[in-house]
């Protein structure tokens, strides 16, 4: 496995100076955030995060991400113009040494929680989802705004953005994906590239919006779209596992054994007793999650894509972007340091 940390580029309260001294550290994941979904990155802006992480030991060969435009998500008739953006992209990320491009088909709102600093009893503080904060939540009539929400859009946007999503409908949904991969996976093969969808986060509907990167039904449905190692997961083992109808292990040995994961999201979630979640510590014993039984399934399939320690708490004092604080993120980078030396050592005993 490649070892990788998501970095925000020169903005980032974390520097790459100290991305690098996580032990076996190789990968920066990061984007172009100066300009709108929709349009071209510029190459500048790509050849000067190449270079900081050059110069920093560490190479840059992981997007996260190139957001989907809304438009293309729902089929409007200027998705053409679109795609051809999105490809350019891929083609001038590859041009930069990139193997590897992240994305979802989430519509309207990426990940959606309640509170970005719930405190534990240990004094540390995480990302959590609680139904009783979300219950009485309508987006049509009340101005929320959920943390991570992007607050752009006026409330009749929303509304109208709402009303779009119900006319495609789940299926119009699953057409719109099938038209973006036919579009986008033969650039990416042609150029090296592998597409990896991140899952819906939580993997369930929410207010009302379709969503189907969800469950394994649907990750197969989706692979077989477009049948190439071009087309793959990015598996994020949070996102699929704050639902108990996922077995994360064993979705990961599933995916692995067929050469479908271009990239790992390791992280864990506690579900409670509701269906409320909370981020937890890397550790399994923290979570609802079999951190060893993931990493034990990518070893025994000889799994060679990305990983990256997916969000941490804040710890010891640190403030920053929730979920992505250096330390909580490196202890989760030196958990799983551990957990894959001691699967491969223990894989070449046997
Ligand atoms: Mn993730």
């Given at each position: 496995m490649k070892l990788s940390f998501r970095w925000y580029g020169a903005g980032d309260p974390v520097p790459l100076a100290y991305i690098r001294?996580?032990?076996g550290m190789r990968s920066v994941v990061s984007a172009v955030y100066d300009v709108k979904p929709g349009q071209v990155w510029p190459e500048e802006s790509l050849a000067r995060i190449k270079a900081d992480c050059e110069e920093n030991?560490?190479?840059?060969?992981?997007?996260?991400?190139?957001p989907v435009p809304e438009d293309i998500k729902l089929g409007r008739p200027n998705r053409d113009e679109l795609l051809a953006v999105y490809g350019e992209n891929i083609r001038r990320c590859a041009r930069y040494g990139v193997k590897c491009v992240t994305y979802n088909f989430m519509p309207v709102f990426d990940w959606t929680r309640t509170q970005l600093d719930k405190k534990a009893s240990d004094g540390s503080t995480s990302l959590v989802m609680y139904w009783d904060q979300l219950r009485d939540l309508d987006p049509l009539t009340d101005d929320i705004n959920l943390p991570?929400?992007?607050?752009?859009?006026?409330r009749d946007e929303i509304k109208a953005l709402f009303a779009a999503y119900a006319a495609v409908g789940e299926e119009g949904l699953w057409e719109n994906l099938a038209y973006f991969l036919k579009a986008v996976i033969p650039v990416a093969e042609e150029c090296g590239v592998r597409m990896a969808i991140h899952p819906d986060d939580p993997p369930y509907p929410l207010f009302g919006l379709p969503r189907i990167v969800t469950c394994e039904e649907n990750l197969d449905r989706l692979l077989k779209?477009?049948?190439?190692?071009?087309?793959?997961?990015?598996?994020c083992t949070g996102s699929l596992g704050?639902?108990?109808?996922?077995d994360v292990p064993a979705l990961v040995r599933k995916y692995a054994a067929m050469d479908r994961i271009a990239f790992m999201h390791i992280r864990n979630v506690k579900i409670m007793e509701d269906g409320s979640f909370e981020e937890r510590a890397h550790?399994?014993?923290?979570?609802?999650?079999?951190v060893y039984e993931i990493v034990r399934a990518l070893v025994e399939c000889g799994f060679d894509g990305y990983v990256r320690p997916d969000h941490g708490r804040m710890i010891w004092g640190e403030t920053g972007k929730p979920g992505y604080g250096l330390y909580d993120r490196a202890l989760g980078a030196a958990y799983i340091n551990g957990l894959f030396e001691a699967c491969e050592k223990a894989g070449r005993k046997g």
């Amino acid at each position: 496995m490649k070892l990788s940390f998501r970095w925000y580029g020169a903005g980032d309260p974390v520097p790459l100076a100290y991305i690098r001294q996580i032990p076996g550290m190789r990968s920066v994941v990061s984007a172009v955030y100066d300009v709108k979904p929709g349009q071209v990155w510029p190459e500048e802006s790509l050849a000067r995060i190449k270079a900081d992480c050059e110069e920093n030991g560490l190479v840059f060969d992981v997007v996260e991400s190139i957001p989907v435009p809304e438009d293309i998500k729902l089929g409007r008739p200027n998705r053409d113009e679109l795609l051809a953006v999105y490809g350019e992209n891929i083609r001038r990320c590859a041009r930069y040494g990139v193997k590897c491009v992240t994305y979802n088909f989430m519509p309207v709102f990426d990940w959606t929680r309640t509170q970005l600093d719930k405190k534990a009893s240990d004094g540390s503080t995480s990302l959590v989802m609680y139904w009783d904060q979300l219950r009485d939540l309508d987006p049509l009539t009340d101005d929320i705004n959920l943390p991570g929400w992007d607050a752009s859009y006026t409330r009749d946007e929303i509304k109208a953005l709402f009303a779009a999503y119900a006319a495609v409908g789940e299926e119009g949904l699953w057409e719109n994906l099938a038209y973006f991969l036919k579009a986008v996976i033969p650039v990416a093969e042609e150029c090296g590239v592998r597409m990896a969808i991140h899952p819906d986060d939580p993997p369930y509907p929410l207010f009302g919006l379709p969503r189907i990167v969800t469950c394994e039904e649907n990750l197969d449905r989706l692979l077989k779209l477009a049948d190439s190692p071009a087309n793959s997961l990015c598996l994020c083992t949070g996102s699929l596992g704050c639902a108990r109808m996922n077995d994360v292990p064993a979705l990961v040995r599933k995916y692995a054994a067929m050469d479908r994961i271009a990239f790992m999201h390791i992280r864990n979630v506690k579900i409670m007793e509701d269906g409320s979640f909370e981020e937890r510590a890397h550790l399994s014993a923290c979570g609802s999650l079999d951190v060893y039984e993931i990493v034990r399934a990518l070893v025994e399939c000889g799994f060679d894509g990305y990983v990256r320690p997916d969000h941490g708490r804040m710890i010891w004092g640190e403030t920053g972007k929730p979920g992505y604080g250096l330390y909580d993120r490196a202890l989760g980078a030196a958990y799983i340091n551990g957990l894959f030396e001691a699967c491969e050592k223990a894989g070449r005993k046997g």
